[in-house]
């Protein structure tokens, strides 16, 4: 009788419901376009400095936070999805996914509008 109580205390662990290999390819190639969107905020914190330095300014505080945010976002983004959808069905990882990439497209259109019409702000 103890043998079952013990064994009934225990839930039997829930096996994935998708094989990894799959959860791997898919993240994998979402990944990719996550990726992108960090090498496109560095490539343009990259052109701001060159740009405004060429000018004799450089950025503030706020500047640095916007861009460095920029392409650390996505990086958050990507793990906050993973870890919604890794034991999800693969349709499911992927809608997680692409809604994922749907929000940081958003976030990117914002700081791209913030920076072009705000760019007094955030130069010192």
């Excluded at 861009?67 to 034991?87: D, E």
């Excluded at 069905?89 to 996914?97: C, G, Q, S, T």
């Amino acid at each position: 009788m103890s043998e079952n109580a013990t064994d009934a205390a225990v839930p039997p662990a829930r096996p994935s419901a998708t094989p990894t290999w799959l959860v791997a390819v898919i993240c994998g190639i979402a990944g990719l376009f996550y990726a992108y969107a960090v090498w496109n905020a560095i490539g343009n914190l990259v052109a701001t400095l060159q740009v405004f330095g060429d000018a004799g300014l450089t950025l503030n505080g706020l500047g640095w936070f916007i861009w460095i945010f920029a392409a650390v976002f996505p990086l958050l983004v990507w793990g906050a999805a993973f870890a919604i959808g890794y034991r999800r069905a693969a349709h499911e990882l992927l809608l997680v996914m692409i809604t994922g990439l749907a929000l940081v497209a958003v976030f990117w259109l914002n700081v791209v509008a913030y920076t072009t019409l705000n760019s007094a702000s955030f130069l010192g």
